[in-house]
């Protein structure tokens, strides 16, 4: 008997598994022996076992949990199981490594936080700046305020001053929302940033609604004010570092289109949804794939029964979340739009033409299935 089969140190150099690891595959009921010798315990192997522990040689190299091994060399021939074992160990791995690149994004930034920290005002800094046009930059940032205690400096408005220019940022780590306006200051000084709380954001805001030209804002000593029309408003600024949210803006879209703000909000508004764990701490979020099609047509995809059927091959797909998407289009009510997309995993842009400036960015929610 012994002539017609294998022994397991032939077997072993054969496939690349050593001597020990076929041992433990026996004894793991993955890989048996055709025959042990009662005598010496030796394990001898069927020459047609060769081809499953070559196999079985590649499915340890990519980390296939020992019970789908096992469902792989188990599986009938033309039943396609073990087929669906692997795929579905791809998709795991596809997974991981999607939300690896989202953690070494969120390193990077903490990197360039660390080494290039947004500089806090120094000292005492005093510029105004146009009521109604403040007024629309909080009105188009508001709304991606973070909310999650873990993360406070995100509770907040960011007022970065360069030069001649205010920008305005907030962001909860899953949206972003940025505008801009022209600032006066009464003396020189180098980019600044102050982050306002968000309760001092809301009272600014209703401060805007006395009817003058400008406001004047002073930054300085840990303390923000603001006076306008005879009023005034002061609040202790967040003493802490905001991410360089700069990072984040350096997006290379694919596709640009130009559609009415109202048009695609009553598309989102009335359009399928699928519910995920993609919300803030995987909570369960409505998402709403979009879809553009070769011809440059976007539309709102079917739900999960109906996927496909209303798209082709070559279709650019991308799922986000809804509510984040609706409070995109309704910040600062614009009425034409420009979206930016780079692919199924890239951040979608929102933007108003002619305020190069002012834009949202949405990072997308990963549906296994578009990618």
């Known amino acids: 008997m012994e002539s017609d089969l294998h022994s397991i140190g032939e077997l072993a150099r054969a496939s690349g598994l050593g001597v020990?690891?076929?041992?433990y595959y026996d004894s793991a009921e993955v890989l048996a022996p055709a025959w042990v010798d009662p005598q010496t315990g030796y394990r001898w192997y069927r020459p047609g076992q060769l081809a499953d522990a070559r196999l079985l040689a590649r499915l340890r190299r990519v980390g296939l949990p020992?019970?789908?091994?096992?469902?792989?060399?188990?599986?009938?021939?033309?039943?396609d199981r073990a087929r669906q074992v692997v795929d579905a160990h791809l998709r795991r791995l596809e997974d991981g490594l999607a939300d690896a690149r989202r953690e070494l994004s969120l390193i990077r930034v903490l990197i360039d936080q660390r080494e290039n920290p947004m500089t806090v005002t120094p000292a005492e800094l005093r510029f105004t700046v146009p009521a109604e046009e403040l007024a629309a930059a909080l009105d188009a940032v508001r709304f991606a305020v973070g909310g999650d205690p873990e993360a406070p400096a995100l509770a907040g408005v960011l007022f970065d001053l360069d030069g001649p220019v205010l920008r305005l940022v907030a962001t909860d780590r899953y949206r972003m929302a940025l505008a801009e306006l022209p600032a006066t200051a009464t003396v020189a000084a180098p980019a600044t940033?102050?982050?306002?709380?968000?309760?001092?954001?809301?009272?600014?805001?209703?401060?805007?609604?006395?009817?003058?030209?400008?406001?004047?804002?002073?930054?300085?000593?840990?303390?923000?004010?603001?006076?306008?029309?005879?009023?005034?408003?002061?609040?202790?600024?967040?003493?802490?570092?905001?991410?360089?949210?700069?990072?984040?803006?350096r997006l290379e879209p694919q596709h640009r289109i130009d559609l009415s703000a109202d048009d695609l909000r009553g598309a989102v508004e009335t359009g399928a949804v699928r519910t995920l764990p993609s919300g803030p701490h995987g909570a369960d979020c409505?998402?709403?794939?979009?879809?553009?099609?070769?011809?440059?047509?976007?539309?709102?995809?079917?739900?999960?029964a109906e996927a496909g059927t209303d798209t082709a091959p070559g279709d650019l797909r991308v799922a986000v979340n809804r509510d984040f998407l609706l409070d995109a289009l309704r910040a600062g009510r614009p009425e034409q739009l420009v979206l930016e997309l780079g692919g199924p995993i890239a951040p979608l842009a929102i933007r108003t033409p002619g305020r190069a400036g002012t834009f949202s960015i949405l990072m997308p929610v990963r549906v296994p299935e578009l990618v």
């Not at 019970?67 to 021939?77: C, E, G, M, N």
């Not at 306002?196 to 809301?202: E, I, K, R």
């Not at 030209?213 to 006076?227: C, I």
């Open 20 to 23: 020990g690891t076929l041992r």
């Open 66 to 79: 020992l019970a789908d091994i096992r469902a792989v060399l188990a599986a009938a021939p033309g039943s």
């Open 193 to 249: 940033g102050t982050i306002v709380p968000t309760a001092l954001v809301d009272a600014l805001r209703a401060l805007l609604g006395a009817g003058a030209a400008e406001v004047a804002l002073t930054f300085g000593g840990g303390l923000v004010r603001a006076e306008t029309g005879g009023l005034r408003i002061e609040g202790a600024a967040l003493d802490l570092d905001y991410p360089d949210y700069r990072v984040l803006t």
């Open 286 to 304: 409505a998402v709403t794939v979009l879809t553009l099609t070769a011809d440059g047509r976007l539309a709102v995809a079917p739900a999960d």
